[in-house]
T-cell receptor, first 112, second 114 residues
Framework: NAGVTQTPKFRILKIGQSMTLQCTQD?????MYWYRQDPGMGLKLIYY???????DKGEVPNGYNVSRSTTEDFPLRLELAAPSQTSVYFCASGAGGYNEQFFGPGTRLTVL | AQSVTQLDSQVPVFEEAPVELRCNYSSSVSVYLFWYVQYPNQGLQLLLK??????LVESINGFEAEFNKSQTSFHLRKPSVHISDTAEYFCAVSGNTGGFKTIFGAGTRLFVKA
């Protein structure tokens, strides 16, 4: 099993550009999450999904969009990138409830 | 609402010394508690978790944490650290409200010196 995979690993965007961060899991988990990690701030939940076709906002959803057309994939879309979106983005999946989450290796995004 | 406070942002310690990373939480419902570890340039991975039962939980690499309901704490300890334990450690809480969303602490950077 590859677990949770994310692409790209690194990306530099100019202000106003858009991009999609890809996330795929092969563990047949219903729950998937997107977090951003900023230094000293821990992880903040951007969006999450409890199954294909169902998504919901987390703590910091502004400036992002998601979709969940399959169990495996949960892409995160950035529209009109801003410097405040410079961060490391982690995708995670899990069985939900009190089960642990499995994290991808992250995407380091810089917006200049 | 749930919250997690990790009391130390950085903990430097010499190799083979004991270490304690502190975590306090607040919640109005039953909680499930986790410690995750993040090695440099990697994603987080589960170190140990408390769901129910024995309040002392252990990991395979010598870490342990004790759930203390009266103190609302879940401190992580290791009696003798190795250089390879250098990483960032995150305490997290989940509960049966808000769809079992997990709240993460800000992290504690453990730096083990030779």
């Amino acid at each position: 099993n590859a677990g949770v995979t994310q692409t790209p690993k690194f990306r530099i965007l100019k202000i106003g550009q858009s991009m999609t961060l890809q996330c795929t899991q092969d563990m047949n988990h219903n729950y998937m999450y997107w977090y951003r990690q900023d230094p000293g701030m821990g992880l903040k939940l951007i969006y999450y999904s409890v199954g294909a076709g169902i998504t919901d906002k987390g703590e910091v959803p502004n400036g992002y969009n998601v979709s969940r057309s399959t169990t495996e994939d949960f892409p995160l879309r950035l529209e009109l990138a801003a410097p405040s979106q410079t961060s490391v983005y982690f995708c995670a999946s899990g069985a939900g409830g009190y089960n642990e989450q499995f994290f991808g290796p992250g995407t380091r995004l810089t917006v200049l | 609402a749930q919250s997690v406070t990790q009391l130390d942002s950085q903990v430097p310690v010499f190799e083979e010394a004991p270490v304690e990373l502190r975590c306090n939480y607040s919640s109005s419902v039953s909680v499930y508690l986790f410690w995750y570890v993040q090695y440099p340039n990697q994603g987080l991975q589960l170190l140990l978790k408390y769901l129910s039962g024995s309040t002392l939980v252990e990991s395979i690499n010598g870490f342990e944490a004790e759930f203390n309901k009266s103190q609302t704490s879940f401190h992580l300890r290791k009696p003798s650290v190795h250089i390879s334990d250098t990483a960032e450690y995150f305490c997290a809480v989940s509960g049966n409200t808000g769809g079992f969303k997990t709240i993460f602490g800000a992290g504690t950077r453990l730096f083990v010196k030779a």
